[in-house]
């Protein structure tokens, strides 16, 4: 059954439009609360956000809803999606809470949820939030000395930094590197460039003024653009990219050439492999990830385990495999050695650590293969399920046909707004570009 309110990543939509308002905010958190709230302490709850404007009306919504139900609330301020994963645990909390829409433009906003172990809830915990949202909850809450409180936790930014730079080997810093970082006027435009720094490089940040208006605008891990110019002009070593709420990276090499989600996966597995510590043989990516990542790591004795697109579903086949490295093409790159959601400062300091070591520039470090011809063309729609008729599924028919097994056919709609992604992948650079504008021409058509 199709849910009310949760997505693929929480709940996610226009900031007062018709889902994402301050009431259903209050009903989550009192909903959400009641959930979480047992007995035998006082419980709490953390909350972090991203610099959108719209945060600071959804924060004070929760903050009322978690409070009138008997929990106690910790307010991190802006805090990457990760560093609130992570301070869920540290600070003993019930439940951790992101507010946030990650990559998407300022006007949009989400809320994410946390177990108390720092890892996202299940479909069936968000479910159940859901049930509890749409029942008489006013009748439930809580009076009198049982009303919870809140506070501002002005050492949140300083335990996360710390734990970051703490994911290095022994022995490594990073001085004598020029990093240029780009924190997409997001939720990492404080920690990320102090934990750099403070690591030893010489730090150069754009993307680090933000206004409530301008997360991830033209700027960020899906607008490289800004970071390439500042890498070549500055000539430096790297430049890292983050998202709105830091949880995927982009790196962007010396040359100013991009390296992916799938490149900066395979730079790590190798090397842990070498150092005898990567676990399940191999590492966990997509169904989006390059044929030529899954042919790299054969060569080199190690699997590639697949699984649907987003992050949730990757890290629960790390965690029923017991794979350590995984991610996505996009950049969300987990390290459950170190983090329970994808986390990219973590993972930029495991790459920076790789080139530090390896004593070579970053393009000899992080090309590892040579990418299949690849292409992803995202179709937007109105309203139906074009992928249910029948001109599109003869399309998607013959075009497998067509690829053969020496390619790669996937097809999905978003999770989070009305547009269809076709990716073809094969060693024939023609038969890729022809099979996407057919398909795509198709689902326009009938849509």
């Known amino acids: 059954m199709a849910r009310k309110y949760f997505g693929t990543d929480g709940i996610r939509g226009l900031a007062n439009g018709e889902k994402l308002t301050p009431g259903l905010a209050m009903r989550v958190g009192m909903a959400a609360g009641l959930k979480f709230v047992n007995g035998d302490h006082r419980n709490r709850v953390v909350i972090g956000k991203d610099t959108r404007r719209s945060g600071y009306m959804i924060e004070s919504a929760l903050t009322a809803g978690f409070t009138a139900v008997g929990m106690d609330v910790y307010l991190l301020g802006p805090m990457p999606t990760p560093a609130v994963a992570m301070l869920t645990r540290s600070l003993r909390a019930d439940l951790g809470v992101m507010i946030s829409a990650s990559h998407n433009p300022f006007d949009d906003n989400g809320i994410k949820l946390f177990r108390h172990d720092g890892y996202k809830l299940s479909d069936q915990l968000e479910s159940e939030i859901e049930e509890l ?114 949880d995927r990276v982009i790196i962007v090499d010396e040359k100013g050439e991009i390296v992916d989600g799938d490149q900066f996966m395979a730079v790590i597995a190798q090397s842990w492999h070498a150092r005898g510590e990567l676990r399940g043989g191999g590492l966990v990516a997509t169904v989006m990830s390059n044929l030529g990542l899954e042919r790299y790591l054969d060569g080199i004795g190690l699997s590639l385990e697949r699984t649907q697109v987003g992050d949730r579903y990757v890290l629960e086949a790390m965690r029923a495999k017991g794979f350590n490295v995984g991610g996505e093409q996009s950049g969300h790159i987990i390290l459950t050695d170190f983090t329970t959601t994808g986390d990219g400062l973590i993972a930029a300091l495991q790459l920076l650590a790789v080139a530090k070591q390896a004593g070579k520039p970053v393009s000899d470090v992080c090309r590892r293969f040579a990418k299949v011809p690849q292409l992803l063309q995202s179709v937007r729609y109105k309203d139906g399920k074009p992928l249910e008729h029948k001109l599109v599924q003869q399309a998607i028919k013959e075009s497998e046909a067509r690829l053969g097994h020496g390619g790669r056919l996937v097809i999905r709609p978003s999770g989070t707004e009305p547009v269809i992604r076709v990716m073809v992948e094969s060693d024939d650079e023609g038969l890729v570009a022809a099979i996407v504008s057919e398909i795509a021409a198709t689902i326009r058509k009938v849509a």
């Open 133 to 246: 949202m749409d029942t008489d909850i006013l009748s439930r809450l809580s009076t009198g000395r049982e009303i919870g409180r809140a506070h501002r936790d002005e050492a949140a930014q300083t335990r996360y930094i710390e734990y970051a730079k703490r994911t290095l080997p022994k022995g490594i810093d990073l001085s004598g590197l020029r990093v240029v970082l780009d924190c997409a006027n997001g939720a990492a435009y404080k920690v990320a460039p102090t934990a750099l720094w403070e690591l030893g490089a010489e730090v150069f940040t754009i993307g680090n003024e933000p206004d409530g208006f301008n997360i991830n605008d033209k700027v960020g891990s899906t607008a490289p653009e800004a970071l390439i110019g500042k890498v070549k002009e500055l000539r430096a070593d790297i430049g890292i990219a983050l998202d709105g709420d830091a």
